[in-house]
Each structure stands twice: as C-alpha cells, then as structure tokens.
C-alpha cells in the first residue's frame, strides 16, 4: 500500500514557476514508477511526466517538455514536479501517482494504482 500527498501547489503569473512535491509512504517507494497527471473540469485526466525507480528514464508529455521537470528523492520516498514558464493552460489539479514497482513509463491514468488527493495550479495570464 502506498499513500500518496501532493504539495506546493498555488497561484502565479505567466512566465513564473512552481515546484509540486509528492511524499509517500512505503518502504517499496523507491522501486515505484512515479507519475504526474493533471485534470482540468470538463476534460479527462491527462499524463504529463513519468519517472522509473532509478530516476535514469524519464518521460514527459508534448505540451511540458523543455518546460517540466520531474526528479525523484528515494531517500526522501518524495517525487517532484519542476514547473518552469507556466502558461495559463496549465492550470490545472496536479496529481502524484504511483504505478507497480518495475513498470514501464505509462501514460495512462488507468496503469497506475495509487492516487494522491491532487494540488491546485493555477497561472493567471
């Protein structure tokens, strides 16, 4: 079981930046791949970065690559989302998500089987 609590969330202008983080529990933590999703109302939750248990294979959508980052501390079991040159569509609910030790960087909310309660982001313009 792994519980999963996103923070850092808030309000900023176009152009600024914003670290999440995701703290969780467990003692597998650091063999879980880790992802962020983000959800707008109206719209289905879409994938935005994935990390492995290494932190050495990374993946990140279209619309935050070159802008996002996503790091991992397995001693800290915390997972971070470095959020540069926010534009308004990014606003969003940021989730943490933790898919089964070992998996494959997926895109797919669906893949993952555990959930944090989400953090609001908002980027005014």
């Known amino acids: 079981q792994v519980q999963l609590v996103e923070s850092g969330g808030g309000l900023v202008q176009a152009g600024g930046s914003l670290r999440l983080s995701c703290a969780a529990s467990g003692r597998t933590f650091s063999s879980y791949t880790m992802g962020w999703f983000r959800q707008v109302p109206g719209k289905e939750r879409e994938f935005v970065a994935a990390i492995r248990w290494s932190g050495g294979s990374t993946r990140y959508a279209d619309s935050v690559k070159g802008r996002f980052t996503i790091s991992r501390d397995n001693a800290k079991n915390t997972v971070y989302l470095q959020m540069n040159s926010l534009k308004p569509e990014d606003t969003a609910v940021y989730y943490c998500?933790?898919?089964?030790?070992?998996?494959?960087?997926?895109?797919?909310?669906?893949?993952?089987?555990?959930w944090g309660q989400g953090t609001q982001v908002t980027v005014s313009s």
């Open positions: 998500a933790a898919d089964r030790p070992g998996a494959v960087l997926a895109t797919t909310p669906g893949s993952y089987d555990y």
